[in-house]
């Protein structure tokens, strides 16, 4: 299948890609390109079939948004069956949001961290400091629905990533990614919140830099980088262009999972 023609790429006249240079930089050049005629998700749905339909190539890193993985994992749920609980009750008056939303958030945090008009700021129970839970009724079908985040993001990962390998004998990377804001930048961005088989960090202390001096404290959030790149071709709006692959890369790895993004809270400064 050709590639779509909605791609972002180097100039066709660029020398071919090569993968890593071997000089220390993850590759000289790279392509994006979002999945087309991606449907509307619906549980149950077969999203790795549908992936598996373009045709992946060994060491593609496939992006894909969280919302079509809750989706196909059922992660909806109809406010109508939300009962809110006296702390939710008193939260939804504080912020002015939707007592059983509040509810819902509760449920998916470990901890509320701030809470205003409009916002709140919680600890989810994943590990990620974020805004509402990650809670979201933007394209979740029937107006009194939300979506909830994945119960195991990199569970979800890894299953799609084995799946693939098993139906095609390829190699690939998955990322699951959401849009979060970030303190003091405005705009939204992506993070990965679920990954497999590609590198998460890459720890660059030791390194030297052009003078020959050793990095002491660089390490490189690829994961996040790769998810906010997908970001620019997926929108955030009604675009449905949900899985992006990135190829051109070679950043495999069995071991790294999304959670090694996660700054340990004795290392948190800000909280």
Same mark, same amino acid.
């Given at each position: 299948?050709?590639?779509?023609?909605?791609? %972002?790429?180097?100039?066709?006249?660029? !020398?071919?890609?090569?993968?890593?240079?071997?000089?220390?930089?993850?590759?000289?050049?790279?392509?994006?390109?979002?999945?087309?005629?991606?449907?509307?998700?619906? !549980?149950?749905?077969? %999203?790795?079939?549908?992936?598996? $339909?373009?045709?992946?190539?060994?060491?593609?890193?496939?992006?894909?948004?969280?919302?079509?993985?809750?989706?196909?994992?059922?992660?909806?749920?109809?406010?109508?069956?939300?009962?809110?609980?006296?702390?939710?009750?008193?939260?939804?008056?504080?912020?002015?949001?939707?007592?059983?939303?509040?509810?819902?958030?509760?449920? $998916?945090?470990?901890?509320?961290?701030?809470?205003?008009?409009?916002?709140?700021?919680?600890?989810?129970?994943?590990?990620?400091?974020?805004?509402?839970?990650?809670?979201?009724?933007?394209? @979740?079908?029937?107006?009194?629905?939300?979506?909830?985040?994945?119960?195991?993001?990199?569970?979800?990962?890894?299953?799609?990533?084995?799946?693939?390998?098993?139906?095609?004998?390829?190699?690939?990377?998955?990322?699951?990614?959401?849009?979060?804001?970030?303190?003091?930048? %405005?705009?939204?961005?992506?993070?990965?919140?679920?990954?497999?088989?590609?590198? #998460?960090?890459?720890?660059?202390?030791?390194?030297?830099? %052009?003078?020959?001096?050793?990095?002491?404290?660089? #390490?490189?959030?690829?994961?996040? $980088?790769?998810?906010? @790149?997908?970001?620019?071709?997926?929108?955030?709006?009604?675009?449905?262009?949900?899985?992006?692959?990135?190829?051109?890369?070679?950043?495999?790895?069995? $071991?790294?999972?999304?959670?090694?993004?996660?700054?340990?809270?004795?290392?948190?400064?800000?909280?």
């Amino acid at each position: 299948m050709p590639l779509p023609s909605r791609r %972002l790429s180097l100039p066709a006249n660029w !020398p071919a890609m090569t993968g890593n240079k071997g000089d220390g930089a993850i590759s000289d050049q790279m392509q994006i390109f979002a999945l087309p005629n991606i449907p509307a998700i619906q !549980p149950g749905d077969d %999203l790795c079939r549908m992936i598996i $339909e373009y045709g992946p190539a060994t060491h593609d890193i496939i992006v894909i948004a969280q919302k079509v993985i809750s989706k196909s994992e059922g992660r909806i749920v109809h406010l109508g069956s939300v009962s809110p609980s006296q702390q939710a009750e008193d939260l939804a008056l504080e912020t002015g949001k939707d007592a059983r939303v509040v509810e819902l958030v509760l449920r $998916e945090s470990a901890k509320v961290l701030r809470a205003a008009p409009g916002l709140m700021i919680v600890q989810h129970r994943l590990g990620y400091i974020m805004a509402n839970a990650g809670i979201d009724a933007s394209n @979740a079908g029937d107006e009194d629905q939300v979506i909830l985040l994945p119960e195991n993001p990199d569970r979800s990962a890894r299953q799609m990533a084995d799946a693939i390998k098993d139906q095609t004998d390829v190699d690939v990377g998955i990322i699951i990614s959401d849009s979060w804001g970030r303190p003091w930048r %405005l705009g939204t961005a992506g993070f990965a919140i679920g990954l497999a088989g590609v590198q #998460s960090v890459i720890d660059m202390r030791g390194t030297p830099d %052009l003078d020959g001096r050793a990095l002491q404290a660089t #390490s490189i959030g690829v994961g996040d $980088e790769l998810a906010a @790149a997908a970001s620019l071709l997926m929108g955030q709006a009604n675009e449905g262009r949900p899985v992006v692959v990135i190829r051109g890369l070679q950043l495999q790895s069995n $071991e790294s999972c999304a959670q090694d993004l996660v700054r340990p809270a004795e290392e948190d400064l800000f909280r």
